[in-house]
């Protein structure tokens, strides 16, 4: 579950607000062993995940690098270059 989050941090652009938001989500998922939580346990777990989104958008704000900014699309294409090499075809 939690391979579907990915470094936010030093991206041009910057993180958006549904990267944040998926990031939480599935850190949510993962700590509380639900993809989608019972009616009893929903509110729970939606407050979880805003309050996470909340952290992670405060941390991406505060941190600090003297590294250049990465390119989205050059990360990606590495990643797919990876998985192609390690899997045989990948379907992007």
Same mark, same amino acid.
């Given at each position: ?28 998922? /993962? ?7 019972? &009616? *009893?346990? %929903?509110? @729970? ?23 250049? /900014? ?7 294409? &590495? *990643?797919? %270059?990876? @998985? ?9």
């Amino acid at each position: 579950m939690c391979r579907n989050i990915r470094p936010l941090f030093n991206f041009e652009p910057p993180a958006s607000r549904n990267e944040m938001h998926d990031a939480a989500l599935q850190f949510v998922r /993962k700590i509380s062993g639900y993809t989608h939580p019972s &009616k *009893a346990n %929903e509110a @729970a777990f939606n407050d979880a995940v805003d309050d996470i989104e909340r952290v992670v958008k405060r941390l991406l704000k505060e941190l600090e690098t003297d590294a250049p /900014k990465r390119d989205r699309e050059v990360v990606a294409a &590495k *990643a797919r %270059e990876r @998985a192609k090499l390690r899997y045989g075809r990948v379907d992007a």
